[in-house]
């Protein structure tokens, strides 16, 4: 067998999704074991689910950003008002964030308790995502769209060099 990229070289691995056979070099290329192609495609599927990740925090950022500028208020600076409608923004916006970061710990046990345990669980969650959302949300969307870049550089190159 082949690699199907190299002719000339013996397969040593096969594609994790498609089953291709593939080089050394070609299996080893990437860190999952993945032809061109279903890399391209898991790429794809990791970026959509970046960017979904940002469409609904971004949506509550616009939303009371758009809320908070139209509530007037009295003997109004125009540049303090613009200023506090961000802060303000930001900080909503930061909550699915910080919901995300404590997705990674479990709380079970709080959903095992008899009597609201369902309610105490969201309370204590979401005080808990406002605080924690406030600093790592620029982490989140630096890191996000680090990887989207990545992503994008990547499928370029691979394509560059299938044109070849
Ligand atoms: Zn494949
Ligand atoms: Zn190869």
Redesign the pocket.
């Known amino acids: 067998m082949k690699?199907?990229?190299?002719n000339h070289?013996d397969?040593v691995g096969q594609c994790q999704d498609c089953g291709k056979a593939?080089?050394?070099?070609?299996?080893d290329q990437y860190t999952l074991h993945l032809c061109d192609n279903c890399l391209i495609g898991n790429n794809e599927q990791v970026k959509n689910s970046f960017i979904k990740g940002l469409i609904f925090p971004g949506i509550i950022f616009v939303v009371c950003f758009l809320f908070f500028l139209s509530v007037p208020m009295d003997g109004e600076n125009i540049f303090a008002k613009i200023f506090g409608a961000l802060l303000i923004s930001y900080y909503f916006a930061s909550v699915p964030f910080g919901w995300r970061v404590l997705n990674k710990i479990k709380f079970n046990f709080i959903l095992m308790m008899p009597i609201g345990g369902w309610f105490v669980y969201f309370v204590i969650k979401g005080g808990l995502s406002m605080l924690i959302g406030l600093f790592s949300t620029p982490f989140f969307i630096y890191k996000h769209i680090k990887e989207i870049k990545s992503i994008n550089r990547l499928k370029q190159e691979i394509l560059v060099e299938k044109a070849s």
Request: glycine share 0%; with cysteine.
């Open positions: 690699c199907y990229k190299h070289l397969a593939m080089c050394k070099e070609c299996s």
